[in-house]
T-cell receptor, first 110, second 110 residues
Framework: EPEVTQTPSHQVTQMGQEVILRCVPI?????FYWYRQILGQKVEFLVS????????KSEIFDDQFSVERPDGSNFTLKIRSTKLEDSAMYFC????????FGQGTRLTVV | EDQVTQSPEALRLQEGESSSLNCSYT??????LFWYRQDPGKGPEFLFT???AGEEKEKERLKATLTKKESFLHITAPKPEDSATYLC???????????FGQGTTLQVKP
């Protein structure tokens, strides 16, 4: 069964460093998303991506964040100059109708 | 503003004790309402999609229903393996954003 794949499963980074979180969406899906979930809190929308461009972004998704679909299969989230409060689970999702989620990347900023 | 509210936040049941979870929503054009299950440290797992008021979907011990303002997830004779956080999300036809509620954490005791 097709699934959304995220790598790495866990990333530890120093404050101020840049990280790239990677996702391989389900191949025939058209819409792509990144979400964030801080421990014990709700799943928060970050950004949606359609037709090779950002279609919606939340107020959280500021200049620190960027997304790319560099090669038609991968979908990446770049976080520049990481802060302690960026520590969270980051989920990628893709959909035609219902959205399917990856297992997440746990980002720990120290 | 699109909003999703789930209640209760936490629910403890004895095995076999049926109950319902509520999801109230306001959205600018409902394209779909989705139920997910999330286990600790994992990504949301898709359960159901509901598109219009009056629609119902069933899967094993779970049944989801939809009205114009809310959805219910009915759990019949739950088992300990049904313990998880259940998430409700709405997809706006205007923005394309998939917005989550804060979830209901269900614990089923044997």
């Amino acid at each position: 069964e097709p699934e959304v794949t995220q790598t790495p499963s866990h990333q530890v980074t120093q404050m101020g460093q840049e990280v790239i979180l990677r996702c391989v969406p389900i191949s025939n899906h058209l819409y792509f998303y990144w979400y964030r979930q801080i421990l014990g809190q709700k799943v928060e929308f970050l950004v949606s991506f359609y037709n090779n461009e950002i279609s919606e972004k939340s107020e959280i998704f500021d200049d620190q964040f960027s997304v790319e679909r560099p090669d038609g299969s991968n979908f990446t989230l770049k976080i520049r100059s990481t802060k302690l409060e960026d520590s969270a689970m980051y989920f990628c999702a893709s959909r035609i109708y219902e959205a399917f989620f990856g297992q997440g990347t746990r980002l720990t900023v120290v | 503003e699109d909003q999703v509210t789930q209640s209760p936040e936490a629910l403890r049941l004895q095995e076999g004790e049926s109950s319902s979870l509520n999801c109230s929503y306001t959205v600018s054009g409902l394209r779909g309402l989705f139920w997910y299950r999330q286990d600790p440290g994992k990504g949301p797992e898709f359960l159901f999609t509901l598109y219009s008021a009056g629609e119902e979907k069933e899967k094993e011990r779970l049944k989801a229903t939809l009205t114009k303002k809310e959805s219910f997830l009915h759990i019949t004779a739950p088992k300990p393996e049904d313990s998880a956080t259940y998430l409700c999300a709405v997809l706006s036809s205007n923005t394309g954003k998939l917005i989550f509620g804060q979830g209901t954490t269900l614990q089923v005791k044997p």
